[in-house]
C-alpha cells in the first residue's frame, strides 16, 4: 500500500509508460508507416518506458483503447488505402498483447484524455489493473501516396470482439449548417473567433497580430520537438500576414494559424494500478498520478447564449483544478489544445491566464505546427506532460483536450506526488450548463436582422459568406438564425470594416436562408 513516501489504495492508477511515434515522408529512411503501425510503434515505445520487461507488460493489458482515425470518423469518410476492421486488435498484435477488451473511441480530441481518465477510473475501481490508450495518423503518408501505382495496402482484417463506440457526432454538426457552409471545423470556429473579436473591440488587423503573438511562441517549442510535423519558426506577422502560402481559409484564418492535419504520428499512454505496477516491476519514479479530471461538454452551436466564449471548457479546466485541490498558479507545465487560437485565448480569458504567461501554454508546439494528428493531438500531450513531470518530482502539469466546435473537453491535472482516486463532479456541473436558457431559432427567418457573428470561407469553387443573426422585429424579435451568401455585395459587407452589429436582410430561400445588405 506503500508509495512514494505516501499511503494509497493499491487500486490506485497511475501512468507508467508513454510513447510518441512518427515520421515526415522527406526523412532520411521514411518506411510508409500505416496508422496501425504507427499507433504501434507508440505503444511500443510507452511499454519501454515503464523500464520494466516490455513483454510483461504487454501481457498484463487488459483494456486496449484506440482513438478513432481520420479516415474513419464518419459514415462518409475514405480510407484511400484500406484500414484495419479492429484497430486495437492490429495494435495489440504487433506488441504482443492480448486485451479483454477493445475499444473503438468516439470522434474527438477530447478523447485521449478522456479515455486516461475513464480507464483510471476504471482500474480505480477495480475493473482492471492494466489499460492502455493508443492512437494515430498516417494523413501525410495517405495523401502523398493515394492513386500512386505503388501505393501500399493498409487494409487488415483481424476480427475479434470490439466495443465500436460509433462515430459521436451527435450535436457536432447538422444538415442546415452544412448546407449554409460550415462544412469544416475552420469555419465554425471561425464564427466563435470574430464574436470575441467583436467583444473585445478590435480591428480586423490587430487581432490578426493578437493570434500571431499568441501562436508564436508554439512555432518555437515545435522547431525544437523532433516530432513536430512543421519544425518552422515563425514571428506574429508573418503567421498573420497573407502569403501564396499563409492563404485565407475561413476569415480570420490563415493556414498558418489552424490544425494541420498533414501528420504521420502515434502517440499511448499506459496506466496500471500501484499493486500491477508494483508487481511488474515499474520503478516508482516512472509513476504519474491523475490529481485532478473533468468532462463537460458545450450545447450545440445555434443554442449557445455567447458564440465569443465556451463556457464549458473553462469549467473544466477549473472543476479538474478543484479535485486536484491546486490553482493554476500551481500548474508548472501546461498544454493547452490548440487547434484554432480561440481554443486557447477562451481558456486565457476565463481563466485569467496572460496569452504570453512565460511557463508557456503549449508542450508540443501545438495542433498547427507540431501538427494536429486526428483526435490523437492530446496523447502527444500527456506524453510530454509525463516526461517533464518526472523531471521535476512534485511539480504539476496540466493537459486540456477540445473535441468538435469547442464541443467536448477533457482536462487532467498530473503529478509525481502520490494521491489516491479522487471522483469528479462532471456530471452535476453539466447540469448546470445545460441550466442556461438557450436563444430562440429561426429556422426560416425572414425580415431585418442584424449580425451577431460571421465568417467568409475562402473554397474553390469561391466565397461564401455565412451569417448568424438575430432578427430585430416581429413576433421572432431576438430569435437566432443561420443564413448565407455567394453574392458580391453582401461579402463586400462581410470582408470590410466591422460587420458584427449591421443590419441586412434574411429569407427563407431553396433549402437555405440568404441573406443580403440592409
Not at 532520411?28 to 519501454?48: F, K, T
Not at 485521449?112 to 482500474?123: N, R, Y
Not at 490578426?208 to 520537438?225: D, I, K, Q, R, S
Not at 523531471?391 to 493537459?399: C, Q, S
Amino acid at each position: 500500500m506503500s508509495s512514494g513516501g505516501g499511503t494509497v489504495p493499491g487500486s490506485t492508477p497511475v501512468v507508467i509508460g508513454v510513447g510518441q511515434f512518427s515520421e515526415r515522408i522527406d526523412d532520411p529512411g521514411y518506411r510508409r508507416l500505416s496508422p496501425v503501425e504507427l499507433a504501434a510503434a507508440a505503444a511500443a515505445a510507452a511499454l519501454a518506458d515503464t523500464e520494466a520487461d516490455p513483454a510483461e507488460v504487454a501481457s498484463a493489458i487488459e483494456v486496449l483503447a484506440a482513438i478513432r482515425q481520420f479516415e474513419i470518423s464518419t459514415p462518409f469518410s475514405v480510407a484511400p488505402l484500406g484500414h484495419s476492421d479492429n484497430v486495437p486488435r492490429s495494435v495489440a498484435r504487433r506488441i504482443g498483447a492480448d486485451p479483454a477488451r477493445a475499444v473503438l473511441e468516439v470522434v474527438g480530441g477530447q478523447g485521449p484524455q478522456h479515455l486516461v481518465t475513464e480507464l483510471a477510473g476504471l482500474i480505480a475501481a477495480g475493473g482492471a489493473e492494466v489499460a492502455l490508450v493508443v492512437g494515430s495518423e498516417a494523413i501525410s503518408t495517405v495523401r502523398r501516396l493515394a492513386g500512386t501505382p505503388d501505393a501500399p495496402d493498409f487494409t487488415e482484417t483481424v476480427g475479434g470482439r470490439l466495443e465500436d463506440r460509433g462515430y459521436g457526432l451527435e450535436g457536432l454538426s447538422s444538415p442546415e449548417q452544412r448546407a449554409h457552409g460550415l462544412l469544416g471545423a475552420p469555419s465554425q470556429y471561425a464564427l466563435f473567433e470574430n464574436a470575441r473579436r467583436a467583444r473585445l473591440a478590435q480591428t480586423r488587423e490587430e487581432y490578426a497580430l493578437g493570434m500571431g503573438a499568441l501562436f508564436a511562441p508554439f512555432t518555437e517549442v515545435a522547431a525544437a520537438n523532433p516530432h513536430a510535423a512543421a519544425p518552422t519558426v515563425r514571428d506574429a506577422a508573418e503567421l498573420a500576414t497573407p502569403t501564396a502560402r499563409n492563404r485565407p481559409i475561413a476569415d480570420p484564418y490563415l493556414r498558418y494559424l489552424v490544425a494541420r492535419d498533414q501528420v504521420n504520428q502515434g502517440a499511448a499512454v499506459l496506466v496500471a494500478s500501484v499493486d500491477a505496477a508494483r508487481r511488474l516491476g515499474v520503478p516508482e519514479d516512472r509513476w504519474v498520478y491523475l490529481h485532478g479530471h473533468a468532462d463537460l461538454r458545450e450545447r450545440e452551436l445555434m443554442e449557445r447564449p455567447d458564440l465569443s466564449v465556451s463556457p464549458a471548457s473553462v469549467r473544466a479546466v477549473q472543476h479538474a483544478l478543484e479535485v486536484a485541490g491546486i490553482g493554476l498558479a500551481d500548474v508548472a507545465v501546461l498544454d493547452l489544445y490548440s487547434c484554432f487560437p480561440i481554443a486557447v485565448s477562451n481558456l486565457c480569458d476565463g481563466l485569467g491566464l496572460a496569452p504570453d504567461d512565460p511557463r508557456g501554454l503549449t508542450l508540443t508546439g501545438g495542433l498547427p505546427f507540431f501538427g494536429g494528428a486526428g483526435n490523437n493531438y492530446s496523447a502527444h500531450g500527456i506524453a510530454e506532460a509525463v516526461a517533464r513531470l518526472r523531471a521535476a518530482p512534485g511539480t504539476f502539469g496540466l493537459v486540456g483536450a477540445n473535441g468538435g466546435a469547442l464541443s467536448k473537453y477533457s482536462a487532467g491535472v498530473y503529478s509525481t506526488t502520490p494521491t489516491a482516486w479522487r471522483a469528479d463532479r462532471s456530471a452535476e456541473i453539466q447540469a448546470e450548463l445545460d441550466a442556461v436558457p438557450a436563444p430562440a431559432y429561426a429556422p426560416h427567418p425572414r425580415g431585418p436582422a442584424r449580425i451577431e457573428t460571421y465568417t467568409v470561407v475562402h473554397g474553390k469553387q469561391g466565397r461564401t459568406g455565412v451569417v448568424v443573426g438575430r432578427l430585430v422585429d416581429g413576433p421572432d424579435a431576438g430569435a437566432r438564425f443561420l443564413a448565407r451568401s455567394t453574392a458580391e455585395p453582401m461579402l463586400e459587407v462581410l470582408s470590410t470594416g466591422e460587420p458584427i452589429g449591421a443590419t441586412v436582410l434574411v429569407a427563407p430561400g431553396d433549402g437555405v436562408n440568404e441573406v443580403t445588405p440592409g
